[in-house]
Structure formats: C-alpha cells, structure tokens
C-alpha cells in the first residue's frame, strides 16, 4: 500500500465512514492537535525517562490514538473505540500517585528543567490547543463530551508528569521570578 493517496491534494480529507471534510475544519483541528500533542510525547519519551513514567507515557500515546480516532468519527461507529471514565480515572490516578513523589509547589514553575521534562511541558501545552479546538468544535457539532474532559485531565497530567520527570533526573524545577516582586526588593 503506498503512503500517499493523493485524495487530499485539493484541501479536503476524509473522516472515519467516507465523509470529506476541509482540512481546516474545526474537526481536523482538534485530532491533528492531539496527534501533534502525541508526537511531542514521543519525544519526551525519546529523552529518556525512567521505565515507570515512560510506561505511563506509552498508554497515554495510545490513549491518544483512541482520541484521535474518537474525534476523526462523527456519529456512531460499532468498530471505534471511544475515550471514556476508565482513561479519565487512569490519568486522576497517575496525577495522585505522581504528587506523592514531588514536593509541593510553592511558586509558579517556568517549563524546562531536563530536556525530558521541558517535552513534556511543550507536550501540555500542545493539549491545552487540542482541548481549546475540541470546545470549538462541540459547539458547531455532536463530539463525545468524555474527550474534553480527558484533554482537561491529560494536560494535569502532563504538568505533574514534567515535574515528576524533573525530579528523578535530579533537576531541579525551573521557577519563575516575579519581576514586581525583585523590583521592589531591590528598592
């Protein structure tokens, strides 16, 4: 089978079931800004990361391709899998048990540190633009509302998992300097 299909040539693409869409649709936006968060991933993966976060991370990736298919299917379809609670919880746990390892924040945090860690932030932020699209898209048509919630939830994540990437590198979280608050002690 060859790569290109030359089908998208003219701006379209086709969803899950046929239907030809632009490929700037507000859907298109939403599932290429989850594949694009699920790149990112595989770079921080890349950057080396112990075996237990990297093993979090590859469910995650995996998880992503479900959402990705999830937003790529408009409608009903009996062969895709959908995100649902079980993903969600699995994230609200992951967040829990990495918490416990970290110390609590007491400033804001600036993304970097480790080139592991810094991925992972640009990993975050790159969910937060998939999750703004995905609101952008529910509003114009019917999605599966578990997807904005799991994007809620995997950019939590991605936050504690950055920091958690940190600390079992030995480096130290980045934070950031208020310039008000140097100012006035300087004075």
Not at 87 to 96: A, K, V, Y
Not at 110 to 124: K, N
């Amino acid at each position: 089978m060859k790569i290109y299909t030359k089908t998208g040539d003219r701006g379209e693409t086709g969803l899950w079931g046929g239907q030809r869409v632009p490929k700037d649709s507000l859907r298109v936006h939403a599932y290429g800004a989850v594949d694009e968060c699920n790149a990112v991933l595989g770079i921080a993966r890349a950057s080396g990361l112990d075996g237990g976060l990297d093993m979090l991370l590859a469910q995650v990736q995996d998880q992503l391709f479900v959402v990705g298919s999830d937003l790529a299917t408009p409608g009903e379809a009996a062969n895709i899998p959908r995100i649902g609670s079980a993903e969600i919880e699995f994230l609200e746990r992951s967040i829990d048990q990495l918490e416990e390892e970290l110390e609590p924040l007491r400033q804001f945090i600036l993304p970097g540190g480790s080139p592991a860690a810094a991925a992972l932030h640009l990993a975050r932020t790159t969910c937060r633009r998939a999750e703004r699209w995905v609101v952008s898209l529910a509003r114009e048509d019917q999605i599966n509302p578990q997807v904005g919630t799991y994007l809620n939830r995997l950019s939590d994540f991605l936050f504690v998992a950055a920091r958690s990437a940190n600390a079992r590198s030995g480096v130290a979280d980045v934070p950031w300097q208020n310039p008000r608050s140097q100012s006035q002690t300087s004075e």
